[in-house]
């Protein structure tokens, strides 16, 4: 499902239009995209949470030449899924 699936199914569900669908969804990603920027987390529910996770300097290789490169640190996002969540995928 892509983002305008998503927007459609949510119109049909909740009787809203699709261009309130569509600010809605927009305004959760930006919202959640801010918070977790500033290294706060999201925490949903059933759901899951997003996080900002820091991710270790690494020795890879690049798969062209076989020739070691060094990988800085770096944030990365991170989402967990929430026991229930996971549950229903099970």
């Known amino acids: 499902m892509n983002k305008a699936q998503l927007i459609e199914k949510m119109a049909t569900e909740t009787k809203m239009s699709k261009a309130q669908c569509e600010t809605v969804v927009d305004c ?7 918070t977790v920027k500033k290294g706060d987390d999201v925490k949903l529910v059933g759901f899951g949470t997003f996080t900002k996770a820091k991710r270790k300097a690494r020795v890879g ?11 800085p640190a770096a944030w990365a996002p991170k ?12």
């Open 28 to 34: 959760f990603i930006t919202n959640v995209k801010k």
């Open 61 to 71: 290789r690049n798969p062209q030449t076989g020739k070691a490169i060094k990988i």
């Open 79 to 90: 989402f967990r899924a929430g026991a229930e969540f996971k549950a229903l995928v099970k």
